[in-house]
């Protein structure tokens, strides 16, 4: 597996995965992710405080995506859209990515990120991966999107 910044013609595969996952990517949640790769993709990287990454095999198969963001109303980078094809789950691609995430934070001096998911009946794995691998819950929000889908805040803090 190897791991590269999103490209224009990933974004169907990409979108692909997230409906893969309805109960982590509704409709409103993966309708954001356009809006956010074209900011990406029109400037320069250098320049932009947002990145997205893709995971893909040695066939070329995009298996997995995620990101970061800038929130400016926590002053932390933010984890944004992680997701893996249900058939290459529980191979460390997604750890891949968050690790490979945090690293380049940690890069831009931040000493903490951020990252939201919900938390409505049926994505308790998802509470517990991020758990597994060094977040921390600091906030469980009931009913925050709309009704039974809830926003779960974790934060970790990122070793130097």
Same mark, same amino acid.
């Given at each position: 597996?190897?791991?590269?910044?999103? +490209?224009?013609?990933?974004?169907? +595969?990409?979108? *692909?995965?997230?409906? &893969?996952?309805?109960?982590? %990517?509704?409709? %409103?949640?993966?309708?954001?992710?356009?809006?956010?790769?074209?900011?990406? #993709?029109?400037?320069?990287? &250098?320049?932009?405080?947002?990145?997205?990454?893709?995971?893909?095999? +040695?066939? *070329?198969?995009? @298996?997995?995506?995620?990101?970061?963001?800038?929130?400016?109303? +926590?002053?932390?980078?933010?984890? @944004?859209?992680?997701? @893996?094809?249900?058939? /290459?789950?529980?191979?460390?691609?997604?750890?891949?990515?968050?690790?490979?995430? /945090?690293?380049? @934070?940690?890069?831009?001096?931040?000493?903490?990120?951020?990252?939201?998911? #919900?938390?409505?009946?049926?994505? &308790? *794995?998802?509470?517990?991966?991020?758990?597994?691998?060094?977040?921390?819950?600091?906030?469980?929000?009931?009913? %925050? %999107?709309?009704?039974?889908?809830?926003?779960?805040?974790?934060?970790?803090? #990122?070793?130097?």
């Amino acid at each position: 597996m190897n791991i590269r910044l999103i +490209e224009r013609h990933d974004q169907k +595969e990409v979108v *692909d995965i997230m409906k &893969e996952h309805p109960l982590q %990517f509704p409709n %409103f949640i993966i309708k954001q992710y356009p809006i956010r790769w074209s900011s990406l #993709l029109r400037s320069s990287v &250098e320049n932009n405080k947002s990145r997205f990454y893709v995971a893909y095999n +040695e066939s *070329d198969t995009i @298996v997995g995506h995620a990101g970061y963001i800038f929130n400016s109303e +926590e002053n932390l980078y933010e984890i @944004v859209g992680v997701a @893996v094809k249900i058939n /290459c789950q529980r191979q460390g691609i997604g750890k891949a990515l968050i690790n490979m995430i /945090c690293n380049e @934070v940690k890069k831009l001096n931040e000493k903490k990120i951020i990252l939201y998911t #919900l938390g409505h009946v049926g994505n &308790e *794995d998802t509470l517990t991966f991020y758990r597994n691998i060094g977040f921390n819950l600091i906030n469980y929000e009931n009913d %925050f %999107f709309q009704k039974d889908y809830h926003r779960v805040t974790f934060t970790k803090r #990122l070793a130097y």
